[in-house]
């Protein structure tokens, strides 16, 4: 029994997504933050649960071959890195792993998982910051970042993911705030103007905007702010953000220009796009273009597609493969979006993209009723994933190709096993490392409609068959109910026509024969086939124990 407060000897056999080390003690899982595969640890126990529990490191008895010397002092305090203390080849396999296990264990999908695409920097990437602000015991002002799972404020002086730029400009407006004795915003009581420092950076053009999220509209001394940075020509930008709300939300809905220009312009994938405070943009510019342009080869336009981009926010994706496509259509539901998306549109002289505002339900009934049936669709959910609705959706648009970008690991395993079930197959999976020293991975997957001739096709309506005895016992919707109910699983009538062949209960070729020798389908995973083996034993379909 592994006991709180107690201090053990353990060995690194594993890592989480969070970047936590894995060991055992007696067989009894122990998480230990800052530790590495191959580890050799003392530490201390210092809350235990039911089937595992977490310790604190104390001492590294043996270090693992991955690691490397940690170069920030915030690292083990502050809520962003994670891998710090490992190499970036560490990093990179164990992101392809992440990536891999949740499409086998929660999707439980066997395809063709490509190697994991890796930054060329790990420091300096990020275009964005936003730092909250507090006071310390002598009434100074000072920025950092929040520890994790939390909202205390970690000073950091110099965070190495961000451009060397950001620190420069951070101080000197730490010192306008304490030399004009303006006051900080405290969570606890509501009361104070200025809440975040918050700065944008053009890579490509070298514009730099900044904002100041405050309470209000009107910031003491403005002037001298404005004096301050005019100067720096890359400074194109200063606004005011007014966040009133009791919220940890960042950023309001208002913004006012107190100098030079509403929004900053990058390049990004050979289009000039607009950037407002609210605008989402990809925070690692390039690697966002390999990203993009992984997609666009998923996709394998030809020029005479029809290309639908849900999600599209500021229409970056769809954008960048607009003039390898007949038509297309971004869908997005925050107004501002759209517009910002209408305007890089037509800065950029694309003339065959329209932008509707609206959900994906709406959006695909507005499609049906004019007719358009999307060849590609293209979709880069938030971190909850499509769910069902959407996926739902997508399939009634019927789409020959769905390419799906997703920041989350597990929700697009998830996403994936629905579409499979609604008759796509998950072609290919390529992790792309947007945020190195993170926990965070970016994956890119190639579903692809199972109707044309290198598939397989298969009539689900079941009972127009002639069915064999075996076959008669039980129907395909009785199968999948007891499948769930006793595994949790959901199998497709494709997983138990695969089985249910294998097993010698299906003779007819025409079930499950593919129409071409070179023809390929997804495989029924180990676990589902089990599930329904058990199943057909239970309707006596299938000889047993």
């Excluded at 407060?5 to 936590?20: D, K, L, W």
């Excluded at 809350?47 to 690292?75: G, N, Q, T």
């Excluded at 296990?101 to 964005?128: H, M, V």
């Excluded at 060397?164 to 705030?177: G, H, P, T, Y």
Aim: net charge neutral; charged share 25%.
């Amino acid at each position: 029994m592994v006991i709180k407060n107690q201090e053990y000897t353990v060995h690194i056999i594993g890592m989480t997504n969070e970047g936590n080390g894995v060991g055992k003690i007696d067989g009894f899982t122990v998480f230990v933050p800052l530790t590495a595969v191959g580890d050799k640890v003392r530490v201390k126990i210092v809350k235990v649960c039911s089937s595992y529990c977490y310790a604190r490191l104390e001492e590294i008895l043996e270090s693992s071959s991955d690691r490397i010397p940690i170069d920030c002092d915030a690292f083990s305090q502050c809520g962003g890195c994670v891998y710090r203390h490992i190499s970036y080849e560490s990093e990179l396999r164990l992101k392809q792993q992440q990536v891999q296990d949740a499409f086998e264990r929660i999707g439980g999908i066997s395809t063709d998982y490509l190697p994991i695409c890796g930054s060329e920097k790990i420091s300096g990437y990020r275009n964005k910051s936003q730092y909250p602000l507090a006071v310390d015991i002598e009434g100074k002002p000072y920025a950092g970042f929040y520890a994790m799972r939390s909202h205390r404020i970690v000073p950091c002086e110099r965070c190495l993911l961000l451009p060397d730029q950001f620190e420069s400009i951070k101080r000197k407006i730490l010192d306008f705030i304490a030399e004009n004795d303006i006051s900080i915003y405290d969570e606890k009581t509501g009361k104070g103007l200025i809440r975040h420092i918050y700065l944008r950076h053009a890579e490509k053009t070298g514009e730099i905007m900044v904002v100041l999220v405050c309470t209000r509209k009107r910031l003491p001394h403005a002037d001298r702010l404005i004096e301050i940075f005019s100067s720096d020509p890359n400074i194109a930008s200063i606004v005011i953000n007014v966040n009133e709300k009791n919220t940890n939300v960042i950023l309001g809905e208002s913004c006012f220009v107190l100098y030079g220009k509403e929004q900053i312009c990058d390049v990004l994938c050979s289009n000039k796009i607009n950037i407002s405070p609210l605008s989402f943009y990809q925070v690692n510019r390039n690697q966002a273009e390999k990203l993009y342009e992984i997609a666009k080869d998923f996709a394998g336009l030809t020029g005479s597609e029809i290309l639908v981009d849900l999600y599209c926010g500021a229409g970056t994706i769809g954008l960048s493969m607009a003039k390898q496509v007949k038509q297309l259509i971004g869908v997005e539901i925050i107004p501002q979006a759209i517009e910002n998306a209408k305007e890089n549109a037509a800065q950029n002289g694309i003339s065959n993209a329209e932008f509707i505002c609206a959900d994906a339900a709406k959006a695909t009934q507005m499609l049906l009723w004019r007719q358009l049936s999307p060849d590609v669709v293209v979709v880069d959910p938030p971190r909850k994933g499509c769910g069902e609705s959407v996926v739902r959706d997508i399939v009634v648009m019927k789409p020959k190709k769905v390419v799906m970008i997703s920041c989350n690991p597990a929700t697009a395993a998830r996403d994936c096993a629905m579409f499979q079930e609604q008759g796509y197959c998950c072609v290919k999976v390529q992790p792309v490392d947007l945020f190195p020293r993170t926990a965070h991975v970016e994956t890119v997957v190639l579903l692809s409609k199972l109707q044309t001739k290198q598939h397989i096709e298969i009539n689900l309506d079941m009972d127009e068959l002639d069915l064999t005895g075996a076959e008669s016992k039980a129907s395909y919707d009785e199968i999948k109910s007891y499948v769930k109910e006793h595994t949790g699983l959901t199998v497709s009538s494709l997983n138990i026509a695969q089985v249910k062949q294998k097993c010698g209960i299906i003779e007819r070729e025409n079930y499950n024969k593919p129409k071409s020798e070179n023809s390929s389908q997804p495989k029924c995973t180990p676990e589902k086939e089990q599930a329904i083996k058990s199943a057909l034993k239970h309707f006596d379909m299938l000889e047993g124990d």
